[in-house]
């Protein structure tokens, strides 16, 4: 791999980025969350530890949302018609983000509770 093809495929991946921010609204909530969520960590002064999991946590959210987003315009790509299979495959990867989303705001009461109270 030559480095501009190397440097190239970064490129693609930001403007994979900017086309989830653009047109996927569960995402920009999920941004606008994170940032409530740092400004929030920020004020609480987490520790080291507190904020890797933090970061882990928000990265992991959008990078599953982008991944469920990009799964359901492959099986739109793949057919018009509404396939039971397909049906299963959008609201298996939806069922994922739901999965991760709800641990996710488990581990941060987990992690900021008790800072609060």
Do not use: C
């Amino acid at each position: 791999m030559t480095a501009r093809r190397f440097f190239r495929s970064f490129w693609f991946a930001a403007q994979g980025i900017g086309t989830a921010l653009k047109r996927e609204q569960n995402i920009r909530f999920h941004l606008i969350a994170a940032i409530i969520v740092v400004i929030a960590g920020w004020f609480t002064v987490l520790s080291y530890t507190e904020w890797l999991v933090v970061i882990l946590l928000i990265a992991g959210m959008i990078a599953l949302e982008m991944v469920n987003s990009a799964i359901e315009r492959v099986v739109d790509l793949v057919t018009a018609e509404l396939h039971p299979l397909a049906k299963q495959a959008k609201d298996m990867a939806a069922g994922a983000v739901l999965v991760f989303a709800a641990a996710s705001v488990i581990i941060g009461l987990i992690i900021f509770l008790p800072k609060w109270f």
